[in-house]
């Protein structure tokens, strides 16, 4: 069963509580839809966003966000930039909470290229890209000339940021990777994860993963 939330709203994002009928699990799932005005964040929809993490924190659900955006709407002037604001919010208060888990989809320009840095999980298809400021600003103010690929795609976040946690091919193989990760997840922090059967002992020792932390509190892992 599917339960719209703040349906009335119009604009890019919609919102909902959903049944994954693969794991049977409910969750709260957001799309800005980027062929919508290129997924442009009015106050409006934004508050979208905000009513769906309050209700993923407030109802123990995991929030899965899948976005595709170009920022805030330019044309909602500050009140836009207060509903991005606010639903970065809301998104916060659910950390330690319930999982949090964002699917980028194209691409997350200004606030939502912060947003994505709120989850626990960020998946990226491999044409999607993200960052603050574009190229555009970057050429304006260093004289580089650089691509969105180069600055921010799905290949430099995963393998220099950090940002990005895994990357897959397209849509489809990102929600699939989303229910795959929920199955090893609780619904919230009051509750415990799904036991899976396997054959590795629970006593067995793991020496060599000492060897992963640094030798200095300034090192990297």
């Not at 409006?44 to 976005?67: F, N, Q, W, Y």
């Not at 960052?131 to 260093?142: C, D, K, L």
Request: glycine share 10%.
């Amino acid at each position: 069963m599917t339960v719209h939330l703040q349906r009335a709203v119009k604009g890019a994002v919609a919102a909902e509580v959903r049944w994954l009928e693969a794991i049977s699990r409910r969750v709260v799932w957001v799309d800005v839809d980027e062929s919508v005005r290129r997924g442009a964040l009015s106050a409006e929809a934004s508050g979208v966003i905000a009513h769906a993490a309050d209700t993923a924190r407030e109802k123990g659900l995991p929030l899965v966000m899948a976005i595709g955006s170009s920022g805030a709407d330019i044309v909602g002037g500050v009140a836009a930039l207060h509903g991005w604001g606010q639903a970065a919010k809301a998104i916060a208060k659910c950390s330690g909470f319930v999982p949090i888990i964002t699917v980028v989809t194209g691409p997350a320009v200004s606030g939502p290229a912060l947003l994505i840095g709120l989850s626990d999980i960020v998946i990226m298809t491999s044409d999607a890209y993200a960052f603050v400021s574009g190229p555009t600003m970057v050429a304006e103010f260093t004289g580089i000339k650089i691509s969105n690929d180069e600055l921010g795609g799905s290949d430099i976040h995963a393998k220099q940021s950090g940002v990005a946690h895994l990357v897959v091919a397209d849509r489809d193989a990102a929600f699939a990777e989303v229910e795959h990760l929920l199955a090893f997840l609780p619904d919230n922090v009051n509750e415990i994860a799904k036991l899976s059967a396997t054959t590795d002992p629970v006593d067995r020792l793991t020496p060599e993963a000492g060897e992963l932390i640094p030798d200095t509190s300034t090192g990297s892992y």
